[in-house]
Every structure is written in C-alpha cells, then in structure tokens.
C-alpha cells in the first residue's frame, strides 16, 4: 500500500511538474494549434505595451497559460475526446454547425459604429487619391463564410451581420466603388456550388469560391480595359486535394477540396523588391507577377493591396488576367497607397479586404482619421507654379539596387503638398519629421530632370529648378 501511495504522489507531481519544467520561454511565437501570437514575457523586452487596457496581472496569467510546457498537446488531446465522446468541438479557433459543418467560433455581435464609418471615410481617400490620377479603383468586399452560410451555425448562435448593409449604405452615400461579392456567393451556394469548404478552411472561399469573386473584380475593370482577359476553367487544371487535418491545427478531417492551377506560366518579381520595400512588420506578404501573355495582349498593371482571401487562393485568378500584378498586404499598408504608387505607378487600384478583418486589430482606427494623401497635381497648378532656383543641397538621391529615395529639404514652412516632377512623370513628396521623401523606381529617375514643385497653404504654387 505504502509503494502505491508513493507511485501516486510521484505521478502527481510529475503531471504537474513535467509541464513546469517544459515552460516555452521562447520569445515572439505563433502557436500552431490555434495560429496566434503567444504572449511574451511581461518583464521581456519584446513585451507589447500599446493598448489603453493593458494589465500586467492578466498579462501574466495569459503568459503563464500560453507558455506551459506541451500546451499544443493538451489543447489538441482534450479536442479529440470531446469530439469523440460529445461530437462537441473545443478548440480554440473552430466550432461545429449543423451537417458537419464547421466555422470559425462566432463572438458577440458587431453592431456598425464610429469605426466603420471611419473605414468608409478612408476608402473614399484611397479613391480620391487614384481617381485625380486618372487610375481607376475599387474596393472588393469579401463575405465571411459564417454570413453567406449562416443557416448552417449550430443551434443557439444568433449570427446577426446587419451592420454589413449600414457599410454598404455607408459606401454607397460616399459614392464608393465597390464590389460586394456577398450575393454572388450565396446566388452559388443556392446553386449547388461549394465556394467554401465545409470543412477545411473554415473562414475563407475556397478555389472555387475566388475563380468566382475574382472574376468580378475582372468584369468591373472591363469598363476601363475592354480587352481584359476574363478567366474561364478551361484557363486552369483543377484536380481534388485531400486535406486530412484543419488549417493550422492537427485535428483530423478527411475532405477533399478543388485545386486551381493556372496553365499559363507566370513569373514573380518580388526578389527583386523586397529587400528594400518599406512594409508593415506584421504583414509582409509581398509578390511581383509578370504575364507574358498578358503582357503582349496590352494587359493593365494593377497594384492590389489585399488580405488572405486573396493571398490564399485569388492571387491566381488575378495573375492569370493582369499584365503586371502587384500584391501588397493590406491592413496597415494600405495607409502607405501613396508610397506605393509612386513605386509602381499602376494603371488601376484594387483594395479588398475580408468582412471579418474590419476591425481595429487590423486597421488604427486613428491613423485610419489622420492619414491625408497628396491631391493630383493637374497641368494648371504645374503652369501656374512661379519658377524659383532650386537651393544647394536641397536634393538627396540616396540609391538602392531597385529603388532610389528622393529626399528633399529646406521647403517653406508651409508647404502644403509638395511633389517630384522628373520629365512626364509625377511623384508625390511625403512628409516625414524633417524633410521631404518619394520612393520610386531606379529605372525612372534622370537626377539632370528633376524639378519639384510646392503647393503652399495660401495657395501660392513654387517650382523649384536647378
């Protein structure tokens, strides 16, 4: 009896000690059974101290829960046994509806509010932006799986998306361009056309889903571009993969899905960019797609910031279309259209975003308000602008392998807009702490042309020459 009262004690504190001394100290982690961000060490240096809520005891607590030794293991055991005994799903991303179903877990309700009429607000700059440069844009609206199939949540969730409609409403009074391919998914649905998964990838389209989205997006820009190639299935191969767990998860599925793979070759550019392209720390999802056959067909070049509904599976539809497709992770980046553009002078503007990313999480509601662009600089202010001798040492040309930075210094206090004109192009001045930036391609850049040109706030137009 004494042997048996000792082998439990020593079990026990095994059980509790094991985990202890497994403690994950790494730092800046994304688990993978649940495909988030680990918390960091509260006293560490990479601790995230941003945020009006932040509370170092529920810090610690999450630290200590998101650290313990064979937490993925627990995580994905304790799954398996309820999915087995109760068919109730208890993991931390996913949940069961109805038929076998399964969502993304569903939270409180959003109800539309002073950060979605500040998004709108910021879609229209991104379209002013482009529309006084004569680039045509649209903003690409991509519905959640759990609104287009909502009547398969399980019993007991009232999923209610009404503030989707005050968006749109919202969009629409800002005279926004966009595209809303909610309808278009539920009209396939009804159809009998699986354009998500029931299973497998639980929160976005899946192929099927994008050849179909994405050919909307293709059939708005033929307004401007008549000749724009139009995708049909007998661009690609489409075969079924078998996905046997969750994404990001182990959890055991046996589904099969459809597969789209352009015929047509591409090729992907981003090397060449990367190293020196200013991007977000969080999303850096980057790509450069040149189409030969496109190319030669007089395709457009689209610059479309974008999130994982088309870093996932879109990209392929709008590679197979576009000349030239460059992909920019959305989210914050997009704050950053002006630096972009004038890297890559686009010939139209895609900004397309997943109904569950329109959040703060996503989007600084603050920088969202405080971001202002350049106005275009039309033929009458550059005509108007008084001729004044460019300063020495105003001009900084500083050069990378790709890319040259423009800085510029010593403009007038009040200058309102300032901008770069080297011989037919334009590029927009953007105001750092001290002085004046552009960024643009190194091909495009003859220092002997250069001239810049300042809008002051009185009005006043100044155009400085060497």
């Given at each position: 009896?004494?042997?048996?009262?000792?082998a439990?004690?020593?079990?026990?504190?095994?059980?509790?000690?094991?985990?202890?001394?497994a403690?994950n100290?790494?730092?800046?982690?994304?688990?993978?059974?649940?495909?988030?961000a680990?918390?960091n060490?509260?006293?560490?240096?990479?601790y995230?101290?941003?945020?009006?809520?932040?509370?170092?005891?529920?810090?610690?607590?999450?630290?200590?829960?998101?650290?313990?030794?064979?937490?993925?293991?627990?995580?994905?055991?304790?799954?398996?046994?309820?999915?087995?005994l109760?068919?109730?799903?208890?993991?931390?991303?996913?949940d069961?509806?109805?038929?076998?179903?399964?969502?993304?877990?569903?939270?409180?309700?959003?109800?539309?509010?002073?950060?979605?009429?500040?998004?709108?607000?910021?879609?229209?700059?991104?379209?002013?932006?482009?529309?006084?440069?004569?680039?045509?844009?649209?903003?690409?609206?991509?519905?959640?799986?759990t609104?287009?199939?909502?009547?398969?949540?399980?019993?007991?969730?009232?999923?209610?998306?009404?503030?989707?409609?005050?968006?749109?409403?919202?969009?629409d009074?800002?005279?926004?361009n966009?595209?809303?391919?909610?309808?278009l998914?539920?009209?396939?649905?009804?159809?009998g056309?699986?354009?998500?998964?029931?299973?497998?990838?639980?929160?976005?389209?899946?192929?099927?889903?994008?050849?179909?989205?994405?050919?909307?997006?293709?059939?708005?820009?033929?307004?401007?571009?008549?000749?724009?190639?139009?995708?049909?299935?007998?661009?690609?191969?489409?075969?079924?993969?078998?996905?046997?767990?969750?994404?990001?998860?182990?959890?055991?599925?046996?589904?099969?899905?459809?597969?789209?793979?352009?015929?047509?070759?591409?090729e992907?550019?981003?090397?060449?960019?990367?190293?020196e392209?200013?991007?977000?720390?969080?999303?850096?999802?980057?790509?450069?797609?040149?189409?030969?056959?496109?190319?030669?067909?007089?395709?457009?070049?689209?610059?479309?910031?974008?999130?994982?509904?088309m870093?996932?599976?879109?990209?392929?539809?709008?590679?197979?279309?576009?000349?030239?497709?460059?992909?920019?992770?959305?989210y914050?980046?997009?704050?950053n259209?002006?630096?972009?553009?004038?890297?890559?002078?686009?010939?139209?503007?895609?900004?397309?975003?997943?109904?569950?990313?329109?959040?703060?999480?996503?989007?600084?509601?603050?920088?969202?308000?405080?971001?202002?662009?350049?106005?275009?600089?039309?033929?009458?202010?550059?005509?108007?602008?008084?001729?004044?001798?460019?300063?020495?040492?105003?001009?900084?040309?500083?050069?990378?392998?790709?890319?040259?930075?423009?800085?510029?210094s010593?403009?007038?206090?009040?200058?309102?807009?300032?901008?770069?004109?080297?011989?037919?192009?334009?590029?927009?001045?953007?105001?750092?702490?001290?002085?004046?930036?552009?960024?643009?391609?190194?091909?495009?850049?003859?220092?002997?042309?250069?001239?810049?040109?300042?809008?002051?706030?009185?009005?006043?137009r100044?155009?400085?020459?060497e």
């Amino acid at each position: 009896m004494k042997k048996i009262r000792i082998a439990v004690l020593v079990l026990f504190f095994a059980i509790i000690l094991i985990p202890v001394a497994a403690f994950n100290r790494e730092e800046n982690v994304v688990s993978e059974i649940d495909n988030r961000a680990l918390m960091n060490n509260p006293f560490g240096e990479n601790y995230n101290t941003e945020g009006e809520d932040r509370d170092l005891t529920d810090d610690l607590e999450t630290y200590v829960q998101d650290r313990i030794g064979f937490r993925d293991d627990m995580i994905l055991g304790y799954t398996l046994l309820n999915d087995k005994l109760f068919h109730k799903m208890v993991h931390p991303t996913y949940d069961y509806g109805k038929d076998g179903y399964v969502f993304f877990k569903t939270g409180r309700n959003t109800r539309f509010g002073e950060f979605h009429y500040a998004f709108a607000q910021f879609i229209k700059k991104v379209q002013d932006y482009c529309d006084e440069r004569g680039v045509p844009f649209v903003f690409v609206f991509n519905p959640a799986k759990t609104t287009v199939l909502s009547d398969e949540l399980r019993e007991g969730i009232n999923y209610d998306a009404e503030w989707v409609q005050q968006f749109l409403e919202c969009l629409d009074e800002l005279g926004v361009n966009y595209i809303d391919n909610t309808p278009l998914m539920e009209e396939k649905t009804e159809e009998g056309e699986a354009v998500y998964n029931k299973v497998y990838n639980a929160g976005h389209w899946n192929d099927l889903g994008a050849f179909y989205g994405c050919n909307a997006i293709l059939e708005y820009f033929t307004q401007f571009f008549p000749d724009l190639h139009i995708n049909s299935k007998e661009d690609f191969t489409i075969e079924e993969h078998l996905n046997t767990s969750l994404m990001v998860s182990e959890f055991p599925i046996y589904e099969y899905e459809p597969v789209f793979e352009p015929i047509d070759q591409v090729e992907n550019i981003a090397d060449q960019y990367v190293d020196e392209l200013e991007m977000d720390s969080q999303y850096r999802t980057f790509a450069y797609y040149l189409n030969p056959k496109r190319i030669s067909e007089g395709a457009p070049k689209v610059l479309s910031f974008q999130g994982s509904y088309m870093n996932g599976m879109g990209y392929k539809f709008l590679e197979n279309s576009f000349g030239e497709y460059i992909v920019v992770h959305d989210y914050q980046n997009t704050l950053n259209l002006d630096y972009y553009f004038n890297i890559f002078q686009p010939d139209c503007v895609i900004f397309e975003t997943a109904e569950y990313t329109l959040t703060s999480g996503y989007y600084n509601l603050e920088n969202m308000v405080e971001v202002s662009f350049n106005e275009g600089l039309s033929e009458e202010s550059y005509s108007e602008a008084r001729s004044e001798q460019m300063p020495a040492n105003m001009i900084e040309f500083v050069q990378g392998n790709r890319l040259t930075e423009i800085h510029v210094s010593g403009l007038p206090e009040n200058t309102r807009y300032a901008y770069v004109s080297n011989g037919s192009q334009i590029f927009d001045l953007i105001r750092d702490e001290s002085s004046y930036t552009a960024t643009v391609e190194k091909a495009n850049v003859d220092e002997n042309e250069i001239q810049i040109i300042v809008i002051l706030d009185t009005g006043e137009r100044i155009c400085y020459t060497e």
